[in-house]
């Protein structure tokens, strides 16, 4: 299903951890294990969603492929080429390519700054163009995501929450990037706008010939947006599979119990609740074995000591499970 479309990112086992306290001597004592051993590859023109639980690395991740956040061990590939090692020059001509969208609109836009001083910005940073050629590009990226001209000298506490998102997706725009992370973007919105923000981006994928990493934690906006959906659970993908797929048939009993959480508006059709038992493990000091087996009624002993890799159970569908 995918073998015949181009790998634009691929990450190679991953990993990311933060070092919160160290000994007398130096020697990491206490280390978050953030991002743990993920390979995934995303095809260009494809919109992947990732989902998980708070804490489960996702946005970690996002920003681990933009190398915003170094990853301790791994490689992330970009056109087939290692980007992780790059230096400060190169990694800012990569920015050209791979942008990211925030999730709280208002924290990521300078409140002294205009709306064209905003979009601008990444323009002047590269020298692209005259400075009204560079006013022109912003003038069209506004009118692309749907804000009239004549707000270009507003500030952003003259607008809406979804009035933010939508200068603030025009700045990640302005410099054609062929990748973008979404992080969250209309979780910090009003129920009322997120869909004209989902809606504009769909638009934006095939307008500009984007491709997507978006990071949710709502089950039904993902299933909306994505074409492949990546499901992590304390900091490792645990199931990859495209969204009717991983809808219809979920294999991994942490995506049966996450599905089985969506709210349904039909009383004779509901979804039999999986519940989870426990807590989630702290990345400090994460389970031997499979993570997930101090939550899975299904945990053999294999699934205490083992960690299972992803496996093709068919048709392009990955699962990290010893009993599938």
Known sequence: MTENKEVLVQLKDVKKEFITSKTWTGKPLKVVHAVDRVNLSIYKGETIGVVGESG???????????????????QVLYR?????HYNKEQMRQMRRKMQLIFQDPYASLNPRM???????APLDAFGIGSNQERIQKVREIMELVGMPENMMNRYPHEFSGGQRQRIVIARALVLD???????????ALDVSVRAQVLNLIQELKKTKDLTYLFISHDLSVVKYISDRI???????????????????????????ALLSAIPIP?????????????????????????YFHTRCKYAAERCRTECPELRDVGEGHMVACHLC
């Open 80 to 84: 087939e080429e290692d980007i992780t």
């Open 114 to 120: 205009t709306v064209l001083e905003l979009i601008k």
């Open 56 to 74: 489960c690395g996702k946005s970690t991740l996002g920003r681990c492929i933009l190398r915003l956040l170094n990853p301790t061990s791994g």
């Open 177 to 187: 990037p062929e990748f973008v992370v979404c992080d969250e973007p209309v979780s």
């Open 230 to 256: 990546a499901v992590m659970y304390l900091g490792r993908v645990a199931e990859i599979a495209d969204k009717e797929e991983l809808y219809q048939n979920p294999a991994h009993p942490y995506t049966k």
């Open 266 to 290: 039909d009383v004779d059709n509901q979804m039999k609740r999986e519940i989870l038992t426990g807590d989630v493990p702290s990345p400090l000091n994460p389970p031997s074995g499979c």
